[in-house]
């Protein structure tokens, strides 16, 4: 029997791409275990489906460095903190911020920018 | 295109080191550029630190920095920098007082600040802030007290993949910016490495994801030391399920001191005993016995689901358990965690590294014009770091480290280093937008992550540590061909691969000085080679020629009797 198949499936439907380029949506499906968390799948799609998907952490699990702020099912919140659920989760950039790439937008402070 | 910026302090790494150095830096005159490859303040592991600071300031029973001294010298079985960890205890004190006046607020009994006990002090001497709340608030003041200087510029998202030198001197970067994929160079006068350990080489970690040893790599390709490379600590009782966010993983720690608690095994059985480390419901075994018993149990199938041991607080009231911790418990009860009627799993985790750059008292390092700061320094800790000293060395090494780099900045020539760095830029350049379909450096990490946590974890034998090597150097054969993306904005497959460079090469300067080193001690546990052998007690100094890692036997500094 194929333990997996008994498991609850995420399917997440990411938005992708830059500023001024069409809007598109890619699916990935994760299997997770009760408690895992929205970046944890992200970091499961960077590692195995998607490397060059691009969302923002540091800290992993202990909501500290609060870099991985996005909206989730139309929300803004925490990919660390988010519990993935069973179905589609729609995520997407902060829409207030400049985007840079995919997930990741401008959340930085204007005197610590490069430029 | 490229960016040339000028200093006349370079900080690389923003935690709780990098921006005690800018401070500092910036107090003695010098303008400063503080980086981070991730955001200023809020990456590292100061950030994420949930409770203890061992200082000597007795507030809550009479103290002395010699004490300190004297326990942290224990603790690092033989092997502690004498005179830098006398830095440390001398010096705590001065910066946790100048942090309350800075408003951390440490937590307080009365009319005095409450000092816990931790293991391994001879008495109650660490501060901490409620409810485990002492690295967001130590990050926040630092953040606020970085702001009201004019002279420190600040810079996110900005990667550092090599430092330049100079007629053997270091003068500057080369750095990636992230958001634009531009190239930078860095033209300082004086540069402080404050990047942090290397816990996040291991698969199961305490680390934030950006700690992975990029200050040691730097260094050694520069040309400067590292001392006690094979000391990694693990802290026995990480957690590790059921799956708890918005926490520290060390958190039982705190738990265990105030409550006890009991490590059973998979048939809720105590087993600790078994291993020659009794232990009753009390948390009285050492990190180095606790690891072993739970390592070994686990190996011999008697593990919990997970894979690893149970720890239960069932029999604790719920009263005394909301007395201890407060929200806490609210916080575990939303992650459907009730410890009354649930043990968790726990499994060792590494925590933190002793080892790193080999520094005199001024904080310089082998090479001139270069400094070192916080988890980076090797040696004040010698094989095994006491409990509380991990903040207290970022607080102090950092406020010192940029104290020495701004002294010697004004005495130091500006140098146009554009030629020095061509050939840094260059490596850039030729491994950005390497299209490609073989394994990216993103599963390279995860696979250089399981080799060290299985093969160099707190239990090595000359076996597993030569298979470790095999693995690092096929790894690092593959390195140059690696997928680096085709995207400039925000790459983090080629931040990855520069991430792994160093990675693979701090991850052969552990293997190859904990292969060498035939006894156990401290953290490093040889399996082949139980127990510790005197005529080991010295430091081991690494250093990179051509392309290799060259090992030599350094004297452990020792304080004269009247100094300590």
Redesign the interface.
């Known amino acids: 029997m194929d333990l997996a198949s008994e498991r609850p499936a995420a399917e997440l439907k990411i938005r992708r791409g830059?500023p001024g380029g069409p809007v598109q949506y890619e699916h990935f499906t994760f299997i997770f275990?009760?408690?895992?968390?929205v970046l944890d799948a992200l970091r499961w799609i960077?590692?195995?489906r998607d490397?060059?998907l691009?969302?923002?952490?540091?800290?992993?699990?202990?909501?500290?460095?609060?870099?991985c702020v996005m909206r989730i099912d139309g929300r803004t919140g925490y990919a660390?903190?988010t519990?993935l659920r069973s179905g589609e989760m729609l995520i997407e950039p902060l829409p207030n911020k400049r985007l840079?790439?995919?997930l990741?937008t401008?959340t930085?402070p204007p005197?610590?920018?490069?430029t | 295109m490229s960016q040339y910026l000028e200093t006349d302090v370079l900080i690389i790494g923003a935690g709780g080191a990098g921006m005690y150095a800018a401070i500092a830096a910036a107090e003695a005159g010098a303008r400063v550029l503080l980086l981070d490859k991730s955001l200023i303040g809020r990456s590292g592991a100061t950030v994420m630190a949930q409770m203890t600071v061992a200082a000597a300031i007795g507030e809550e029973e009479p103290d002395d920095w010699r004490f300190h001294l004297k326990d942290t010298i224990a603790a690092g079985r033989g092997l502690v920098n004498e005179p830098l960890a006398r830095i440390l205890c001398e010096t705590g004190p001065d910066r946790i007082w100048q942090m309350e006046e800075w408003g951390v607020g440490w937590a307080r009994k009365g009319n005095h600040i409450t000092q816990a006990h931790a293991p391994g002090h001879d008495r109650k001497r660490c501060v901490y802030v409620d409810f485990l709340n002492t690295g967001p608030a130590s990050a926040r003041i630092l953040r606020n007290q970085v702001r009201r200087h004019d002279t420190i510029r600040r810079i996110s998202d900005l990667f550092v993949t090599d430092l330049v030198t100079q007629d053997g001197r270091a003068a500057g970067a080369v750095a990636l910016h992230l958001e634009t994929g531009q190239a930078v160079t860095i033209a300082a006068k004086a540069t402080v490495i404050a990047t942090g350990g290397l816990t996040s080489m291991y698969s199961r970690n305490s680390a934030s994801a950006n700690m992975g040893g990029d200050g040691f790599a730097l260094g050694l390709r520069a040309g400067a030391e590292l001392i006690d490379m094979e000391f990694v600590q693990f802290f026995p009782i990480g957690h590790l399920a059921p799956r708890l966010i918005g926490m520290d993983p060390i958190m039982w720690d705190p738990f265990r001191y105030k409550l006890g608690g009991r490590l059973l095994n998979g048939d809720m059985q105590e087993f600790t005993q078994n291993y020659g480390a009794p232990e009753d419901g009390k948390y009285v075994v050492t990190r180095d016995a606790a690891t072993y018993a739970i390592v070994k149990e686990v190996a011999a199938g008697r593990g919990s689901p997970h894979g690893g041991a149970w720890l239960s607080f069932e029999h604790i009231p719920d009263e005394d358990l909301r007395a201890a911790f407060g929200p806490v418990i609210d916080r575990l009860a939303a992650a459907g965690i009730d410890l009354t009627k649930m043990p968790i799993e726990v499994y060792p985790i590494a925590h933190y590294h002793m080892g790193g750059l080999r520094v005199d008292d001024s904080l310089a390092t082998s090479i001139a014009n270069l400094f070192a700061a916080g988890e980076a320094v090797g040696g004040a800790n010698g094989a095994n770091r006491l409990s509380g000293n991990a903040i207290t060395e970022a607080f102090v090494f950092g406020e010192l480290a940029g104290r020495s780099a701004a002294a010697i900045a004004p005495n130091a020539a500006g140098m146009d280093i554009r030629d020095a760095a061509a050939p840094f830029l260059a490596t850039l350049e030729g491994a950005s937008g390497r299209p490609g379909q073989g394994p990216s450096p993103t599963a390279a990490i995860a696979a250089l992550q399981t080799i060290l946590q299985q093969d160099v974890g707190p239990f090595r034998t000359a076996e597993s540590l030569n298979r470790a090597i095999a693995g690092i150097t096929a790894l690092t054969a593959a390195l140059p061909d690696m997928p680096t993306g085709t995207q400039a904005a925000f790459n983090q497959q080629l931040a990855d691969w520069f991430g792994l460079r160093n990675m693979l090469l701090v991850a052969r300067s552990i293997a190859t000085a904990a292969l060498a080193r035939t006894e156990s001690r401290g953290a490093h546990q040889r399996e082949d080679y139980p127990g510790l052998d005197e005529a080991w007690t010295y430091n081991q100094v690494l250093r990179l020629q051509g392309g290799e890692i060259q090992l030599a036997r350094g004297e452990v500094r020792r304080l004269a009797p009247e100094e300590a």
């Open positions: 830059g275990e009760d408690g895992q968390s960077r590692g195995n490397a060059t691009a969302v923002r952490y540091s800290c992993i699990n202990a909501n500290a460095c609060k870099e660390c903190t519990p840079i790439r995919d990741v401008d930085l005197d610590e920018r490069l």
